[in-house]
């Protein structure tokens, strides 16, 4: 095959960069976590977070351009809360623009350190940080119908952790009797549930992210290219041999 060396390459990066996906999803469960309780019980969570960005090692993220957030929490409440509810299902499957439109509140938040070794995904001992290494507030503000249970979670480098229902000041009432009071409901942070986490501190969080332009880059760095007159390239890459 007769090809011009820098044209060729220059098509390698191009499609590679055009091919490659630049996201990563956050994702875990409580099945990953010991879950200790508060106030009231949270049964169950599970949450996903779709990142439109390349998850990269000394990076830190702060309310990134985010593809999709999808979560859920499932709860007992027997002890009384201002919403009235004996339990609750919340789930969630939301885009990133409208999570951030919810309210001013809305945060994910955390670093990747400088070490961080991605080519086994990306586990909590690699976060940067002392203290809260991970922040996630799903609040939704003045919402109709209200939202009591949407979950503030934070997560802490010595493995432990604190999930608790995040504030909602409405002005929309609650659903009427038997369901709920019929009332405008204001819920402080914790006013529904608070339980504490812990979690291993080798958990990943993210999978091994896909390849990026850097990628072809490497390719081309790797393989060798012989020349000949009129130029030609015959590129032999290892797994070839």
Known sequence: MRLDVMGSALAILL????????????????RDFGIASVFN??????FEIIVDDVLQ??????????????????????????SMFGGFQLVRSISGAEFY??????????????????????QFNELSGTGVIFEFNAREFNQSPGR??????????DGTGRLVNADNQSTFPN???????????NVAVADEYDVNLSFSSGLTIAAVPEPTAWF????????GISFHR????????????
Do not use: E, K, M
């Not at 019980?41 to 599970?46: E, S």
């Not at 090692?57 to 201002?82: H, K, S």
């Not at 439109?101 to 990306?122: C, I, N, R, W, Y």
């Open 15 to 30: 499609v590679t960069a055009q091919n490659a996906p630049a996201a990563f999803t956050i994702s875990f469960d409580s």
């Open 216 to 223: 072809a880059i490497a390719c081309v760095s790797a393989c």
């Open 175 to 185: 659903p009427p009797p038997p369901i709920g009071s019929g009332l405008i409901v």
């Open 148 to 157: 009591y249970h949407p979950p503030v979670l934070t997560l802490r480098a």
């Open 41 to 46: 019980h949270v049964t169950r969570f599970d």
């Open 57 to 82: 090692p000394g990076r830190t993220y702060t309310n990134p351009v985010i593809d999709r957030v999808n979560y859920r929490i499932d709860g007992v409440l027997p002890d009384p809360t201002p």
């Open 101 to 122: 439109t919810l309210s001013p509140d809305a945060t994910v938040s955390f670093s990747v350190a400088g070490t961080a070794d991605l080519g086994d995904g990306l």
């Open 230 to 241: 009129p130029v030609t390239a015959r590129v032999q890459c290892d797994s070839d041999r």
